[in-house]
Nanobody, 118 residues
Framework: QVQLLESGGGLVQPGGSLKLSCAAS????????MGWYRQAPGKGRELVAS???????NYTDSVKGRFTISRDSAKNTVRLQMNDLKPEDTAVYYC????????????WGQGTQVTVSS
């Protein structure tokens, strides 16, 4: 049974930093994609940042220069370093992974709340 375990959310003041982690556990034969999405109240879910098995990263425009996604392939873990946080970054952040288990399947984490407020 493959699961994604997220951690690192919380409350932070504007301008502060947080680091989110997403660890995939279980029988995993390969990695295709891992990414972070977020959903603010009353809005749809959007892709924030992602990394592929070719190490290609992608960011939504609003977080470029502030957020950095990184992957630890040995531990099937992806991290999102979030700096200079703004109130508009407030949302529930979800991890998504496309893994070989051994079939190629999509997995979602349970979500972690990030609140940016003074």
């Amino acid at each position: 049974q493959v699961q994604l375990l997220e951690s690192g959310g919380g409350l932070v003041q504007p301008g502060g930093s947080l680091k989110l982690s997403c660890a995939a556990s279980g029988r995993i034969f390969g990695f295709h994609f891992m990414g972070w999405y977020r959903q603010a109240p009353g809005k749809g879910r959007e892709l924030v940042a992602s990394v592929t098995n070719g190490a290609t990263t992608n960011y939504t425009d609003s977080v470029k220069g502030r957020f950095t996604i990184s992957r630890d392939s040995a531990k099937n873990t992806v991290r999102l370093q979030m700096n200079d946080l703004k109130p508009e970054d407030t949302a529930v952040y979800y991890c998504r992974a496309v893994l070989e288990v051994p079939r190629i399947r999509e997995f979602w984490g349970q979500g972690t709340q990030v609140t940016v407020s003074s």
